[in-house]
Structures are given as C-alpha cells and as structure tokens.
C-alpha cells in the first residue's frame, strides 16, 4: 500500500507560481500512474494532470494544459506539480493519488490519495 502526503499549496496571488510536492511511502511509486486532482467547496474533485510509471507520458486538463507542469522522481518516491500563471479559478485542495492501472482523468480508479493541500489564489 501507498501512503502520499502533499504540500507546498498557500496563499498566493494571481499570477504567482507555487510548486506542489507528493512524498510516497509503503511502496515504490514506480509501480503506479500518479495523478493531481482538486476540489473547490462545493463541486466535484476534478482530474488536473497525471503522469506514467515512466515521466515521458503526462496529460493534463484542458484548464491547466500550458500552465502546470506534472513531474515524478521515482528513486525519491515523489511527484511534484509546478503551477505557473495561476487563476482565482485554481482555488482548491489539491490532491496527489497513486493508480495501480493505466492512464485515467477517473478518481474512481485511484487507489492511493493523500490528505490534500490548500491553494489559494486571489484576485
């Protein structure tokens, strides 16, 4: 089993950049899809971007793609998301999953979640 505690989330402006960081334990994430997801009060957690066993095949939201950047360190178990030119609309707790099967933007397939980490952006 996969443990993942994230930070590196706070409060910034618009426009301001922040890096958000994974840090796995129990097993080798290696072994795992890993994904960063968000939710806002009041909607649903909504897929941001997730990366392959190896980092050369990332996918990303359409509401992100261009301004964050998905990146794993499987000799560190970590998974980082650097987050540039970021929007009011980016305000959530973000959260880092592990998924044992292949790429999916479905949170139902993610085994492995994390206690989430605040952003928040303003205007």
């Known amino acids: 089993q996969v443990q993942v505690v994230e930070s590196g989330g706070g409060l910034v402006q618009a426009g301001d950049s922040l890096t958000l960081s994974c840090a796995a334990s129990?097993?080798?994430?290696?072994?795992?899809?890993m994904g960063w997801f968000r939710q806002a009060p009041g909607k649903e957690r909504e897929f941001v971007a997730q990366?392959?066993?190896?980092?050369?095949?990332?996918d990303y939201a359409d509401s992100v793609k261009g301004r964050f950047t998905i990146a794993r360190d499987n000799a560190k178990n970590m998974v980082y998301l650097q987050m540039n030119s970021l929007k009011p609309e980016d305000t959530a707790v973000y959260y880092c999953?592990?998924?044992?099967?292949?790429?999916?933007?479905?949170?139902?397939?993610?085994?492995?979640w994390g206690q989430g980490t605040q952003v928040t952006v303003s205007s």
């Open positions: 999953a592990g998924n044992p099967g292949a790429l999916t933007r479905d949170y139902g397939r993610y085994e492995y």
């Open positions: 990366i392959g066993r190896i980092d050369t095949n990332t």
């Open positions: 129990g097993r080798t994430i290696s072994r795992y899809v």
